[in-house]
């Protein structure tokens, strides 16, 4: 049975910083795994 990309999305755990664990609003930059204060620091 198929999932719709709806449900899919909804499912989704909210993205959380790799670094810090904050948990990352919707950016720009959606494939950042990290914060932007951890990417920051990195860069
Ligand atoms: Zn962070």
Do not use: Q, V
């Not at 999932?3 to 670094?19: D, G, R, V």
């Not at 914060?35 to 620091?41: I, L």
């Amino acid at each position: 049975m198929l999932i719709s990309s709806t449900e899919f999305f909804k499912n989704l755990p909210p993205k959380e910083c790799a670094k810090c664990g904050e948990i990352i609003e919707e950016m720009a930059d959606c494939y950042s795994h990290e914060c932007e204060e951890c990417e920051g620091e990195i860069h």
